[in-house]
């Protein structure tokens, strides 16, 4: 029996690891930790032990680890903060005496600052390595880019505009649910074996835009075209919409990023965590496009 906390518990990917967690019956105590007391209410009634702790605070860190055997530490969303938050965690961890971190980080092939995904992927990378140097047992979850962001960069309206438009190229990424990776990180954190190991967090295969239109058309019976312009009309386009820079560029970003086939690894590893396949683009346009 062994004391497992989850970090950003009250955010979709924390509570469904919890609910994985909960579900499994191991007979171990689940702990989530919270930065907000209120929002970690719902999560009380479930049955869980809240700890609250602040990944900007490392004295809370040290109190909300206290006890605990293994942490699933799942990565904060303040990419601006993030490396100094996360060196936060792995001290306070390393501190509190807690044998085995299990992190989800983020899947790349590029690692210098050329990667058009240097913001997101540098924190990660940093803490890979500050794990890797704490002597704690960790594993590294590589999380591929959440499928269910996938609507966002093809458009609510993409039936009736006919069009997916994006400068991916014929990019592909092995984009899997954002529940199935939680869960596949619960099967992790309660199951054994896990240690100093690495996991692809992805599908069983690579999908390009191409594909997504595809099945598109064959949900829809009309005809979705994917268009892929390049980075700097993609920009263009997006500006004379009134899409703000911001938005625009983090489209962009991931766009080359995929392009450039940093997500491109499939293969079997969530499936075997998981013990069964990972939802399907198939899948999961179907589920979302023909309500
Ligand atoms: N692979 C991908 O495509 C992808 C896409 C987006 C994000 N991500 C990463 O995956 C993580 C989990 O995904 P998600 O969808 O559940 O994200 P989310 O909705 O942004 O939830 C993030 C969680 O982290 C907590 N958190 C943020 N800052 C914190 C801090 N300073 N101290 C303590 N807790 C803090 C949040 O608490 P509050 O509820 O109080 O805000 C929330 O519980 C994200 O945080 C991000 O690192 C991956």
Redesign the pocket.
Known sequence: MSNLLV????????QKAIETLLSKNTGDTIYAM???PE?AEPLKEKGVEVRI????DPESLVTAFEGIDKILF?????LSNRSE?HKNVVDAAKKTGIKHVVY?S?QRKNETESSPIYMVAESHMNTEKWLAESGMDYTILL????MD?IPMFIGDQVLETGTIYLPVEDGKGAFAL?ADMAEAAANVLAGKGHENKTYDFGNIEAYSFQDAADILSEISGKEINYVSPSVAEFMKTMKEAGVPDAAAGMSAGFSSAIAQGEFITANDDMKNLLGREPVSLKEFLTQVYSS
């Not at 799942?74 to 303040?78: C, F, K, M, R």
């Open positions: 970090t950003g518990a009250t955010g979709p990917f924390g919270a930065r907000n929002k702790g602040d990944y900007n799942v990565s904060g969303s303040d938050q989800t983020f999380n591929n880019v959440y962001f954002r």
